[in-house]
Structures are given as structure tokens and as C-alpha cells.
């Protein structure tokens, strides 16, 4: 039995997602999963080290990962005209994304793909990185300008006095007409190729799971959700796991390289990487 260490993020659709091997309902075929809990940052950058056997990372964060990890086609989250938001206090005179040129605005990490997506929006500003869950206080507070604003916090910006300037999968969708590429499951290259099969298998049929037993799996997701009600739990884990969460598809895989493309052409990335995923059969 081989164990493979695997790092998510402590929110609830990334532990819905998991929720089928946590509970043992879900195995793998001559593997073990090990779970650890990491912020999308924290885990980008434990990836650059290959801390992880199989973790989340940030789309925009793959070009510096590409030489450790293949993809997984399951895990993703894309925001299907929908995504990260741009926030400000309410009473913010702001009411559009260009009035926050050269501001200081609060981003959850510098290679997530929040921050590559605002950079791609609005190229000059000055990010301020920060803990995700903290963004929207230092908007508030007068810290910052503004919020890049991710996760459980999309739905309660409202409830934490802040006003939305621009949702930026909104944005790309309208842009590209692709769902905007936030999250991927990868794993390490180094690994035999058998065991990544089997990981992959795994993880798609943890997915399954859960989504074949929603009330159990969201219940489990709830324990993650920082204060969410069961309404606004479930339908945030609708918008990150479901069909595209199962696998890319070619309009996922398109949106992914368009992303990393674009990315690479507004210089925010040091190189035009090819994507590559690990094949399950």
C-alpha cells in the first residue's frame, strides 16, 4: 500500500470533492490518501517544492509548477461567468474596475488565479498579497483600496460591507465566451505511471460520490464552510463542483491554455507552458 500525501484547500467544495475518500466510501487500488489542509497560496507553494504527492494548485500558478506535476482531469473549478470580485467598501465612490487604476488592492496570493485574472482586467494596479480570509477586512478597514475577493466570501461580500465593482469570470466569460480556469488537481510526475492512473480514478470516483450522495457530502463540506448556512454552502459547492469539476472537456482544456496564454502575453507569466494530464486509462 502506497501513501500519497494530498493537500487541499479548507473550503467547502474542495472538501465535498474529497468527501468520498474521507469517508472511506471511495479506495484506491494499491494506494492510501494522507489529507492536509493548505490554503491555495500556502499549497502553490509547497507545490514548487513537491511537498505534495497530489494537490490543489492555481491555474496561474501551473507555469512555475509544470516541471513537478501533471494534471488530473477531475478537481477543477471553473467560474462559468462567475468567478472572483473585485470589492470595495460600501460607500466607496468606485463604481468601476478602470477607477482602481494604480490603487492598492488586496489579492489572496500573487500566483492564484484571482490575481491573474485581475491583472489581465486591470494591468495597472498594486497588488498587496494577503491571507484570502483577510482581504476584505483590509478593504474595509482603509488598508487597501479595494478586495480581490475568493471563495465562500463571493456569496457574503454583501454581509461584510462590501459592494461588488466587477466579477471577474463575469468578465472573461463575456470576453472569451470559455468558463474562466480558478483551481486544478495535480500530481507529481515522479510518481510510477501506474499510480497516478489510480489516484485519478480515485479522485473522479470521490467526485462521483459526492455528488451521487449531496446531503452526506455537503454536510462534511458544511465543516469547512466558515460560517455558511446550508442554502449558501450548497449552492457554492454547485458552482465549483459539478460537470466541468468531473472532468475539462476541450472547452475546459481550451479555457485553461487561453488563460496561461493570455497570461504569458501581459507578461505576468515567465513562460508559455503546454498543459498536460495525466491519462486514466
Do not use: C
Not at 499549497?43 to 516541471?67: C, H, K, M, Q
Not at 513537478?68 to 468601476?96: N, T
Not at 488598508?143 to 475568493?150: E, F, G, H, N
Request: aromatic content about 8%; cysteine-free.
Amino acid at each position: 500500500m502506497r501513501t500519497l500525501r494530498v493537500a487541499h484547500s479548507p473550503d467547502s467544495d474542495d472538501a465535498f470533492m474529497f468527501w468520498g475518500i474521507a469517508s472511506g466510501a471511495v479506495k484506491g487500488d494499491g494506494i492510501a490518501f494522507e489529507q492536509a489542509l493548505s490554503d491555495i497560496e500556502s499549497a502553490n507553494a509547497a507545490a514548487g517544492e513537491g511537498r505534495f504527492d497530489l494537490t490543489a494548485i492555481s491555474v496561474g500558478a501551473y507555469p512555475w509548477l509544470a516541471d513537478r506535476y501533471l494534471l488530473l482531469d477531475s478537481g477543477a473549478s471553473f467560474g462559468d461567468g462567475y468567478g472572483p470580485i473585485l470589492a470595495v467598501p460600501i460607500g466607496s465612490k468606485v463604481m468601476h474596475a478602470e477607477d482602481l487604476a494604480g490603487k492598492r488592492i488586496a489579492v489572496p496570493g500573487l500566483r492564484t488565479s484571482a490575481a491573474l485574472a485581475l491583472r489581465l482586467r486591470l494591468a495597472d494596479h498594486q497588488p498587496v498579497p494577503m491571507d484570502f480570509k483577510a482581504v476584505g477586512a483590509a478593504a474595509k478597514h482603509g488598508q487597501v483600496d479595494a478586495a480581490l475577493v475568493i471563495h465562500e466570501g463571493q456569496l457574503t461580500a454583501a454581509e461584510e460591507g462590501l459592494r461588488v465593482v466587477e466579477d471577474l469570470g463575469r468578465w472573461w466569460t463575456g470576453r472569451t465566451g470559455l468558463p474562466l480556469p480558478l483551481g486544478m488537481n495535480a500530481i507529481k510526475r515522479d510518481l510510477p505511471a501506474e499510480v497516478r492512473r489510480e489516484a485519478a480514478v480515485a479522485w473522479k470516483a470521490s467526485i462521483d460520490h459526492g455528488l451521487a450522495h449531496r446531503r452526506e457530502a455537503l454536510d462534511y463540506a458544511m465543516t469547512y464552510g466558515r460560517g455558511l448556512d446550508r442554502q449558501k454552502a450548497d449552492r457554492f459547492v454547485g458552482m465549483y463542483v459539478n460537470d466541468w469539476t468531473l472532468a475539462y472537456g476541450e472547452r475546459g482544456r481550451e479555457a485553461v491554455r487561453l488563460f496561461l496564454a493570455r497570461g504569458f502575453e501581459a507578461g505576468a507569466l515567465p513562460s508559455l507552458v503546454v498543459p498536460e494530464w495525466v491519462r486514466e486509462t
